[in-house]
């Protein structure tokens, strides 16, 4: 889309006013004097989230055991809650497990591997905790992942080629895992083309959607993958650690679980607690043990702000404040030698804005030291996330404004290179 931007803060504060989502930013903990533009590492924690907690905290003092008559499901009523974000069925997604734990169950589940189809492609930029993952299940059922993954790599070490992915789904694999939005460089992958041609090929495909949901639309009762995992600290900002989501195709439904648990058997039969396993058949058959409850109260909060705003004015302004930034960036910055480098189109970017510099790590410190929370990855991103819930124009406005004096005083150079535990 085409915006008439400014680099004026009369603009900023102009665009904070015809921001339809400028109230929401009321219900999150925004710390006074602190932009935080971290909120796709760790999303803020809202009154919603907060209330969602100690709800349940209640329901436990003051109920005990019997909390489970009324919680039971609620790995599948929030999983219902989140499924609106994705258009997916409502018993297709699950809140369990972590994103990494969900990627063993769903390979464990999925991956059925013959001589002649043994194969998982991967991408080489994904975050890695999926190819620790996948290299694991591989070991686990014989094969040398050296030689039975294969990797499509990158050609610039920056973006996927979706060509290149569709020209490497030959006879022998079996499965595919790919990331929607990529961790570093923010590109968005055309999930509806990648898995329709893998489909054609009759290959299981699975998404991560960590920096995706949330932050992007999607629709996956038009695109019908096989799974998706995904995290919901990040973008649904319900905690540190918060538990995972999971989306399990219908069409899968009768296949045994890979990691199976007594909170995957029948409804009707679980407390009878047989010895023999019979798994519910809709993807609360995933589930493995005790929910943690606690780590999921906050996500019912959040869903239900976002489900209220909805994720079609969510993306709008998502897409208006980066190109905002990109904006700024390229009009102040460039001139220091920064660069954009996330894809400029609105199909192609996510929810972040990658700004790169040589020095970009001793800048994301000068960053913090004037109270601007960025993140880093390596080699030279600094990650800012403008998140539609709750940054406003002004904000990036100021941040910028603060990088601008950062690179022209080159305040930064008095911060050492060397990393630190996390960067
Ligand atoms: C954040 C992230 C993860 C995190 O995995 P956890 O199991 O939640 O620690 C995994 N994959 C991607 C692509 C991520 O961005």
Not at 24 to 43: A, E, K, T, V, W
Not at 174 to 200: C, F, G, N, W
Request: charged letters at 20%.
């Amino acid at each position: 889309m085409n915006y008439q931007f400014t680099s004026n803060l009369q603009q900023a504060q102009q665009l904070d006013q015809e921001d339809p989502l400028a109230k929401i930013r009321d219900h999150f903990y925004i710390q006074p004097g602190q932009i935080y533009m971290d909120g796709n590492s760790l999303g803020l924690a809202s009154k919603e989230a907060e209330t969602a907690l100690l709800k349940m905290m209640n329901i436990w003092k003051t109920q005990g055991i019997n909390m489970w008559d009324e919680y039971f499901h609620y790995g599948l009523e929030l999983g219902a809650q989140c499924a609106t974000l994705i258009n997916a069925r409502a018993n297709e997604v699950l809140i369990t497990g972590s994103t990494t734990s969900n990627v063993h169950q769903c390979i464990s589940t999925l991956y059925q591997p013959t001589a002649e189809r043994y194969k998982i492609l991967v991408d080489d930029l994904n975050f890695p905790t999926d190819r620790y993952a996948i290299d694991s299940e591989i070991r686990l059922r014989g094969y040398n992942p050296e030689e039975a993954v294969k990797v499509i790599p990158s050609p610039d070490g920056k973006y996927i080629d979706e060509d290149a992915v569709i020209a490497g789904m030959s006879d022998d694999v079996a499965l595919i895992l790919l990331p929607t939005v990529l961790y570093r460089s923010a590109q968005v992958l055309d999930m509806e083309r990648l898995t329709k041609a893998a489909h054609e090929r009759g290959i299981i495909i699975g998404w991560d959607l960590c920096h995706a949901i949330g932050a992007i639309t999607m629709d996956f009762q038009k695109i019908q993958p096989d799974f998706a995992i995904w995290c919901t600290y990040k973008y649904l900002a319900a905690g540190p650690g918060s538990i995972a989501g999971m989306y399990l195709n219908q069409k899968h439904f009768d296949k045994q679980p890979g990691l199976a648990g007594w909170w995957g058997n029948r409804d009707d039969t679980q407390f009878q607690l047989k010895q023999n396993f019979e798994h519910q058949k809709d993807v609360s058959g995933w589930q493995i043990g005790t929910p943690s409850m606690l780590s999921m109260a906050p996500l019912e909060g959040t869903l239900k702000l976002i489900n209220s705003i909805g994720m079609e004015a969510i993306r709008t302004k998502s897409l208006k404040i980066t190109a905002y930034l990109m904006y700024l960036i390229d009009e102040k910055l460039t001139q220091y030698g920064c660069k954009v480098g996330n894809p400029r189109e609105d199909s192609k970017r996510g929810g972040h804005v990658c700004l790169e510099h040589p020095q970009g790590y001793q800048i994301s410190l000068a960053l913090k030291d004037r109270n601007v929370i960025p993140d880093f990855r390596e080699p030279d991103v600094i990650r800012l996330a403008p998140i539609a819930l709750y940054t406003s124009y002004e904000e990036v406005y100021q941040m910028v404004d603060i990088l601008e004096d950062i690179l022209k005083t080159k305040s930064y150079e008095k911060y050492s290179a060397k990393r630190g535990l996390v960067v």
